[in-house]
């Protein structure tokens, strides 16, 4: 098979990476993929969000499948725009992708069929959402279109969500994407990533993964697309993840058809475990990065055979498989990131550091300059470990990055950390944690 992989992230080189191992697949084309990428596919220099340009580079190479990784050509529609050209294609139609796209639509969604989520309220006024938010002792100030994972402010105070309400709605901080605001109640607790495949009809679940998304370590410093992932997570039971399915993946897929919606693709709820149970705190209508490096990793079947059962909605019958290894995935970012930052530093090691057993290096922010493979983007790679256990493959990952320069660079040295130290109070949690 020929196949077309949408995106140039990290996320997309872990699905390159997997896909590439599936004995059928012949040929991997990916727009614009990345160093990185370019190991395993035919990098063709077409932007992700470029829909025109897509179209005609599916018609020139005619992939049997493709397959989109980022957020944004999902909403823009490009899956609805293969699909009436005759092309299949992986993820949701724009109509499904709103449960990312727009807060509002999902945040209502959930309310109508009784899926787990902070109380919320959604305002075009700003006048009555710091009403509402000064209401609530703490809460949180939500632009409801895509603003790059940074339309979120967290409020401590009614003086905070006041200021946050005026810079989204007032001053037009994050755009278009911050006219309309949901304003919600803080909530406590450890968070989440759940990813499952959906066909309309059913799921299948993957294991559960845990992003950590401040910049710093201890989570201090400002928001990031996301500085490391681990699975599984020991604070997610068997119990927990039951909840998660009954209580969201079902409900989930009954609301979608009494609504008429297809949710045909990957959903990515981002949960809060909170005493009351898992909350749903946003869906995401894609695989997760970081969240695919680790996951990736650790999955043993097929990559195709389970995302052509979604596309071909015989997901019943399909099987996935993981390995009972954990996974860490260390993100090394450039100098600067989240703010501004410089590209073009070589970056040395990464033939090193691939030798470590285990050890697989998942490129992100790079392109090759010449004989040298050079920085591109904030987040610049993701190195990703298996061990027996999360301390083996968190050590892993980290002899790994030691060996990995580029001028500037930063990474957090903390992830999987706070797991461990729940492993230490709660032993036999490592065993439970799905
Ligand atoms: P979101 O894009 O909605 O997932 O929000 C980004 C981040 O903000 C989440 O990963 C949480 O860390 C935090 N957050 C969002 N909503 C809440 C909430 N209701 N209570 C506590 N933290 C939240
Ligand atoms: N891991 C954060 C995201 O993919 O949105």
């Not at 980290?398 to 999987?416: C, L, M, N, S, T």
Request: charged content about 25%.
């Amino acid at each position: 098979m020929k196949l077309l992989l949408i995106g140039g992230g990290g996320r997309e080189h872990a699905l390159a990476w997997k896909l590439s191992q599936s004995p059928r697949v012949k040929k991997l084309f990916a727009a614009p993929g990345n160093a990185g990428i370019a190991q395993v596919a035919e990098c063709r220099p077409v932007g992700a969000e470029d829909l025109p340009g897509l179209l005609a580079l599916a018609k020139e190479i005619k992939p049997d499948l493709t397959v989109v990784g980022p957020d944004n050509p999902l909403a823009m529609g490009v899956v609805d725009l293969f699909e009436k050209q005759g092309l299949r294609a992986f993820g949701p139609s724009a109509s499904a992708a709103r449960f990312e796209a727009s807060k509002i639509f999902s945040k209502q969604f959930m309310q109508r069929h009784g899926i787990p989520t902070a109380r919320f309220g959604n305002f075009s006024s700003s006048a009555e959402a710091k009403k509402f938010a000064a209401s609530l002792d703490a809460c949180v100030v939500k632009a409801d279109g895509l603003a790059l994972g940074k339309g979120v402010i967290i409020c401590r105070s009614p003086a905070e969500s006041a200021a946050a309400i005026t810079q989204m709605m007032e001053q037009k901080l994050f755009g278009a994407a911050g006219e309309r605001v949901i304003v919600e109640e803080f909530m406590q607790g450890e968070e989440a990533s759940i990813h499952a495949l959906l066909d309309g009809k059913s799921y299948r679940l993957f294991p559960s993964s845990q992003d950590n998304k401040r910049v710093g370590d201890n989570d201090a410093g400002p928001n990031t697309g996301g500085m490391g992932t681990i699975s599984p997570v020991p604070q997610v039971s068997a119990a927990i993840m039951q909840a998660a399915e009954g209580k969201i993946l079902k409900p989930f897929l009954r609301g979608c058809a009494a609504e008429g919606i297809e949710y045909r693709g990957l959903l990515y709820p981002g949960l809060m475990l909170t005493a009351d149970g898992p909350k749903v705190l946003e869906f995401n209508a894609r695989f997760g990065d970081p969240e695919t490096q680790v996951l990736m990793m650790r999955l043993e079947s097929d990559l195709l055979d389970a995302l052509e059962a979604v596309v071909d909605r015989r997901l019943v019958g399909a099987a996935l498989r993981f390995k009972r290894d954990a996974a860490v995935c260390v993100v090394m970012a450039s100098g600067g990131y989240p703010g501004d930052y410089a590209k073009g530093k070589p970056i040395r090691g990464l033939d090193d550091a691939a030798k470590l057993d285990g050890v697989q290096v998942f490129h992100a922010g790079t392109k090759r300059s010449g004989d040298a493979i050079v920085t591109s983007g904030g987040r610049v790679l993701g190195v990703t470990a298996l061990g027996r256990d999360l301390k083996a493959a968190r050590e892993r990952a980290y002899e790994a990055v030691a060996r990995i320069q580029f001028d500037g660079a930063h990474y957090r040295r903390d992830i999987g950390l706070r797991a461990l130290k729940v492993l230490e109070c709660t032993p036999g949690w490592a065993e439970a944690a799905v």
